[in-house]
């Protein structure tokens, strides 16, 4: 059987995530695999704006699997949120005979791709984004990589703060997402763990922790805190300081998360997502995300995909309590 579609563009969009290489190799791979020509559109959906696009080659995606970042730049458009902007999308498409688009991204790149394909453009999403915060699927290109990343920081940190009996405040990403700071705080066996999601009692989830880490012979404490959870680590560390009396340090992770090498598992994951990406555009699909559940791959309506929301199970603030509760 010969696909309709003979050429599918490929692009990466919103907050870079290790492993976005990876798809990109395994889409122009699997174009390969299918006859299609590959595109790379450069710098996400403004790229798509502006006719940033080539040709991809076998030397574009050669030993790019292990490299972090993305090598078709990300941006965020503005102007690819109004008509103007998709109309000039659209006549890029045609231009350059797009028959389908890889959009990697999270919720803002869905977005996108969900308002090009009202204009009849078939568009497949891949979940890319280190706060693993996309509702459809269990699992987003980055995550691994990240909470590795932050584990391996903690870790030295901790050295230094055992040192010096002191307690230190860690602030790592995930905007109103605080999927990573528990998974990275169970990973350390961090004292408290404080994330947006959760209802926070400072007494209760913070202070009486420390006093209970003291009483059972610890003198170094470490807190985990989400960026978007009790206004920041630097409150946090305020609070503890004004309340016990200690003088915590804080450090802020920052983007040190999205860098690196990407681990096996965000590498084998992308790989399996770009394929299936380009598959379902081959089968005649469009506006759909790709998903991972209970490890198979599937794919979604990308406007069900925007309307569902995710919650912490199973790392519940049940588990969380009883995991951080000794400091140990």
Not at 78 to 90: D, H, L, R, S, Y
Not at 193 to 209: A, N, Q, W
């Amino acid at each position: 059987m010969i696909s309709a579609v003979k050429r599918i563009a490929v692009l990466t969009s919103g907050g870079d995530a290790p492993g976005m290489n990876a798809a990109v190799r395994a889409v122009y791979r699997a174009c390969v695999t299918f006859g299609i020509e590959c595109l790379g559109i450069y710098r996400g959906w403004n790229g798509l704006i502006n006719s940033e696009v080539k040709r991809l080659d076998r030397h574009d995606v050669s030993h790019i699997i292990n490299r972090g970042g993305t090598i078709l730049y990300s941006a965020r458009s503005k102007e690819f949120m109004t008509e103007e902007g998709q109309q000039k999308a659209v006549a890029t498409c045609k231009l350059f005979g797009i028959d389908g688009i890889v959009a990697i991204g999270g919720d803002g790149t869905f977005r996108g791709a969900l308002a090009l394909s009202k204009y009849g453009i078939p568009v497949i999403g891949i979940p890319g984004t280190i706060d693993n915060d996309i509702s459809s699927t269990g699992y987003t290109i980055g995550f691994d990589t990240a909470a590795n990343t932050a584990i391996e920081c903690i870790d030295k940190l901790r050295d230094t703060m055992q040192s010096h009996e002191r307690c230190s405040v860690v602030e790592v990403m995930g905007r109103n997402a605080g999927y990573l700071a528990m998974y990275v705080g169970i990973a350390v066996g961090a004292t408290a763990v404080l994330v947006p999601e959760e209802s926070i009692d400072f007494d209760r989830d913070v202070i009486e922790k420390i006093r209970n880490a003291r009483l059972n012979g610890f003198t170094h404490y470490m807190i985990v805190v989400a960026e978007g959870a009790a206004n920041g680590a630097y409150e946090v560390a305020q609070k503890i300081r004004d309340s016990l009396g200690l003088d915590p340090r804080v450090t802020i992770l920052g983007h040190i998360q999205r860098g690196g090498s990407p681990t096996a598992r965000d590498r084998v994951t992308a790989t399996r997502m770009g394929y299936y990406a380009v598959k379902a555009l081959v089968d005649g699909k469009s506006n759909r995300v790709v998903c991972v559940r209970s490890g198979d791959m599937m794919d979604i309506d990308i406007e069900e995909a925007l309307g569902m929301t995710k919650t912490l199970y199973p790392l519940d603030s049940e588990t969380l309590h009883a995991m951080t509760c000794s400091s140990t």
